[in-house]
T-cell receptor
Framework: TQLLEQSPQFLSIQEGENLTVYCNSS?????LQWYRQEPGEGPVLLVT?????EVKKLKRLTFQFGDARKDSSLHITAAQPGDTGLYLC???????????FGGGTRLMVKP | EAGVAQSPRYKIIEKRQSVAFWCNPI?????LYWYQQILGQGPKLLIQ????????DSQLPKDRFSAERLKGVDSTLKIQPAKLEDSAVYLC?????????????FGQGTRLTVV
C-alpha cells in the first residue's frame, strides 16, 4: 500500500503545454523529494522541499510543499520532449532516514 | 565520485531458482536501501540498513527474500525460491544522512525476469 498517492498516473501532452502533477498523503513528512527516472536508469533527485508552503523553482519546473507538509505539487511550464520520464515523489522522515515513494506519474511530451 | 554500483544489470531465471544481487554504495554513505520496482509502478522499499544494522524490513517477504550488509559497506539481496511475481527491477540506493542531506543516490538497478 502506497502512503503517497500521485496523480495523474499517466499524462501525454504536446510540446509547449503546461502540466501539474500532484502528490498527496495523510502522513506528515520531514521533507518531500521529487525524482525523475528515465528508462533503464535509477531515479535522480530534482529537488527537496522542507518547509510547509515552500516553493522552489528549477528552470521551467516549480515545486510546492503543502502548508501541512502532507502534499506537494510539481508544475512544468512549456513542456519539452526532454521532460519525458517518470516523475516520483518521495516522503522523507528524519527519524531513521526513511524514504517512501509514490506510485509515479509517467509523462510523455510529444513534439 | 563513483556512484552506486549494482550487478548484474539483467538476470533471467526459472521459477523456484535462486538469485542474488549485489550493491556497492557510495563511499561513506551509512544508509543503504533496496527497492523493488514493478513495471509501471513506483519503487517499494524492501529493506533499509543503517551501517550494518536493519532499520526497516517490514515489507521484505522473509520466507523467500534475505539481505545482508557485511561490514556496513556492500550489500547482497537474495531470492530463494523465485516466483513469477518477483519479476521487477531491484534498485539499490544509498544516502549520507548527515548535515540535513537526505538525498538518495540510486544505482541503475538489476532487471530480474522470472520465467
Amino acid at each position: 500500500t502506497q502512503l503517497l498517492e500521485q496523480s495523474p498516473q499517466f499524462l501525454s501532452i504536446q510540446e509547449g503545454e503546461n502540466l501539474t502533477v500532484y502528490c498527496n498523503s495523510s502522513s506528515v513528512f520531514s521533507s518531500l523529494q521529487w525524482y525523475r527516472q528515465e528508462p533503464g536508469e535509477g531515479p535522480v533527485l530534482l529537488v527537496t522541499v522542507v518547509t510547509g508552503g515552500e516553493v522552489k523553482k528549477l528552470k521551467r519546473l516549480t515545486f510546492q510543499f503543502g502548508d501541512a507538509r502532507k502534499d506537494s505539487s510539481l508544475h512544468i511550464t512549456a513542456a519539452q520532449p526532454g521532460d519525458t520520464g517518470l516523475y516520483l515523489c518521495a516522503g522523507h522522515h528524519n527519524a531513521g532516514n526513511m524514504l517512501t515513494f509514490g506510485g509515479g506519474t509517467r509523462l510523455m511530451v510529444k513534439p | 565520485e563513483a556512484g552506486v554500483a549494482q550487478s548484474p544489470r539483467y538476470k533471467i531465471i526459472e521459477k523456484r531458482q535462486s538469485v542474488a544481487f549485489w550493491c556497492n554504495p557510495i563511499s561513506g554513505h551509512a544508509t543503504l536501501y533496496w527497492y523493488q520496482q514493478i513495471l509501471g509502478q513506483g519503487p517499494k522499499l524492501l529493506i533499509q540498513f543503517q551501517n550494518n544494522g536493519v532499520v526497516d524490513d517490514s515489507q521484505l517477504p522473509k520466507d523467500r527474500f534475505s539481505a545482508e550488509r557485511l561490514k556496513g559497506v556492500d550489500s547482497t539481496l537474495k531470492i530463494q525460491p523465485a516466483k513469477l511475481e518477483d519479476s521487477a527491477v531491484y534498485l539499490c540506493a544509498s544516502s549520507l544522512n548527515r548535515g540535513g542531506s537526505s538525498e538518495a543516490f540510486f544505482g541503475q538497478g538489476t532487471r530480474l525476469t522470472v520465467v
